[in-house]
């Protein structure tokens, strides 16, 4: 069994494996909890069973490993818990899209990612280097299937029988290593991507270290955990469980430190190594079923104005004053100023719908301070506060925390 060695997350300990990243390093919690609660959707949760005998391994070591891991075909099955403590988004995200989200494609991959962040989901993946992706998203009775196959990206959604169809830039949106690459653009495809974004913003307010062994989807593991050494985070501990022959993640669970279940438990209960079949990557729409271009929603888009909406949006970032980091490391809180100095819309104004309001509602606390007052909404890691004079203190600490950085910046 591997002893607790450790590696303190200085320059030298994560090598070139994580790249120093300054400008990530006051939102370490975003990078695990953002990317995890925009995407979590392609990688998957199981229990641990067995407690293998390896060979002892350091933190360091293990990191290179997972850095030197070259595994480039890679299919299997996969389960992901996600319990962020916001309510279920359900068919809400309409709500703050403009026009209602209308013109939209059910198949189109934002649609369905989405939903991705609360729940518990199965899906099936398949990776043939950088070329060929498949990800499939298992419901009662329905399936959706997001496939990249050279320059065509896919997605079919059975329930509506519907499909989008969009062109690759030639990059593609889901190329690379199994266990590396997206398989929808900006969306982390494994547990590979999910550790290296937690590791990559780790500063010496971090301890890395090497905490026994793992056995997930019948695979000898080690358990990397990454914990702050700070006080006051919402997050407890990142474990990462790699697999101890390819160096691929195979799990990655993040705790809260308030406690309880995961907040993400994310890992394979099923996976092969070997070259998937070429079938996998093949896709025909249906007969009968509507196909919808991506290039057709984004003139739909210019049609209704949308397009302008977000241009005139864009616009007036122009105005953005940046952002201002308070504190450090896990405990950071970045200090971002609204344009224009606008605060939430006043309730019953008529700014927002009212199924949004009612969802803003359930997340925010009121609460008063130095900086005059404002309103807190809290998920179980990430955390914001948007005061009543427009500005935004946000972070993975608890609300206390962003009240009293909100004081410091008065």
Avoid at 68 to 81: P, W
Avoid at 152 to 171: F, K, L, M, P, R
Wanted: no cysteine; aromatic share 4%; proline share 5%.
């Amino acid at each position: 069994m591997a002893p607790n060695d450790s590696a303190e997350t200085n320059g030298e300990a994560t090598g070139t494996v994580v790249g120093r990243r300054k400008a990530a390093r006051y939102i370490v919690p975003f990078a695990v909890a953002g990317v995890a609660a925009a995407t979590i959707g392609l990688v998957p949760a199981l229990a641990d069973s067995g407690d293998p005998e390896l060979p002892d391994i350091t933190a360091q070591e293990l990191i290179e490993k997972i850095a030197a891991s070259d595994e480039e075909q890679l299919s299997g099955t996969v389960k992901v818990s996600t319990d962020l403590g916001i309510p279920s988004l359900g068919g809400l995200a309409g709500s703050f899209a403009p026009d209602g989200g209308s013109g939209e494609s059910s198949a189109a991959p934002e649609a369905k990612l989405t939903e991705l962040a609360s729940g518990t989901h199965t899906l099936r993946v398949a990776v043939d280097g950088p070329d060929k992706q498949r990800l499939s998203i298992l419901g009662e009775g329905s399936e959706y299937s997001l496939v990249h196959n050279g320059d065509d990206i896919w997605g079919y959604d059975s329930a509506s029988d519907e499909v989008y169809h969009a062109q690759s830039d030639g990059n593609g949106p889901a190329g690379g290593k199994a266990g590396e690459r997206k398989a929808a653009e900006g969306v982390p495809a494994t547990p590979k991507e999910l550790a290296e974004e937690a590791l990559a913003a780790a500063d010496d307010t971090t301890s890395v270290t090497v905490d026994g062994t793992a056995q997930v989807a019948g695979r000898d593991a080690y358990k990397l955990v990454i914990k702050p050494k700070q006080s006051g985070s919402t997050i407890g501990s990142v474990t990462v469980a790699v697999d101890a022959s390819t160096g691929v993640p195979l799990k990655f669970t993040l705790a809260p430190s308030s406690g309880g279940k995961a907040a993400v438990d994310a890992g394979f209960t099923k996976v092969d190594f070997a070259k998937p079949d070429a079938s996998s990557f093949s896709f025909t729409p249906p007969k009968g079923a509507k196909v919808t271009e991506a290039d057709e929603l984004e003139a739909d888009a210019e049609k209704k104005g949308a397009a302008d909406k977000v241009r005139k949006d864009l616009g007036a970032l122009e105005d953005f004053q940046g952002l201002n980091v308070i504190g450090e490391g896990w405990n950071a809180v970045a200090e971002i100023e609204v344009p224009g100095g606008a605060g939430l819309p006043a309730q019953g104004s008529g700014d927002v719908p009212a199924q949004a309001q009612q969802f803003l509602d359930a997340l925010g606390d009121k609460v008063t301070g130095d900086f005059g007052s404002g309103t807190v909404f809290k998920t179980r890691l990430v955390n914001a506060l948007l005061t009543d004079d427009g500005k935004v203190y946000v972070g993975a600490v608890t609300k206390d925390a962003l009240v009293k950085a909100a004081d410091t910046a008065k």
